[in-house]
């Protein structure tokens, strides 16, 4: 399975989410792209960071990335509105990738049906429609990581980092950017 991780980029998306599990990645040396969901490569988060993706997802060959990463945001409302997106989630759980959602994400996933019988964790703001958040900062179930918010965005990033190449890996970045010991992630 390819280790390409394939960010979706979407008006709205909530900057500390994207931007800290992107930086976390690539200084961990993973190939990851920032895909654009709309017809422009600049994207405004919901703070007004503008920010500019390195392609189109509609030009991204999504069979040649092997995770995808959906940040919050009021973003994941509009994502989970799109069929093409919902279809995009369902294509890669069936091919076994890791897939991982933080924030107000995981509705997306929840939208494309792929939360059914999985362990996940999200923002409160969407506990009333997702009713079996845990209460941790973030969730590995297999090949599904969760997180719950802009405040554990670190910890998200290092998850999938960890997931990816190894606690090792994970724990030597964590040194580096001086982040304290988080939730006892296991993976």
């Known amino acids: ?7 979706l980029l979407e008006n709205g998306f909530e900057e500390i989410e994207t931007l800290a599990s992107v ?11 920032l ?15 503008r920010v500019v993706a390195d392609a189109l997802l509609k030009d991204c060959d999504s069979a040649s990335f092997g995770v995808l990463v ?20 369902r294509s890669f759980d ?3 990738c890791l897939i991982a959602a933080i924030c107000a994400a995981p509705v997306v996933l929840h939208d494309a049906g792929i939360l059914d019988g999985k362990q ?3 923002h409160f703001s969407v506990a009333e429609e ?19 918010g802009a405040g554990t965005a670190v910890e998200f990033g290092l998850a999938i980092v960890a997931k990816l190449l190894g ?5 030597e970045i964590r040194n580096a950017i001086c982040a304290p010991e988080g939730c006892g992630i296991e993976v």
């Open 70 to 89: 959906i940040p919050g945001g009021p973003a994941a409302m509009t994502l989970r509105k799109n069929p093409k997106i919902l279809e995009l989630v």
């Open 130 to 148: 997702l009713t079996e958040i845990r209460p941790d900062a973030v969730v590995v179930d297999g090949q599904l990581i969760t997180s719950q």
């Open 35 to 49: 895909a654009a969901c709309g017809a422009e490569l600049m994207a405004t988060g919901k703070m007004g960071v």
């Open 120 to 122: 996940y964790t999200a």
């Open 23 to 33: 930086d976390l990645m690539r200084r961990a040396g993973l190939e990851v792209t």
């Open 167 to 171: 606690s090792d890996q994970s724990q």
């Open 1 to 7: 399975m390819s280790q390409k991780i394939l960010v």
């Open 94 to 96: 069936g091919r076994g």
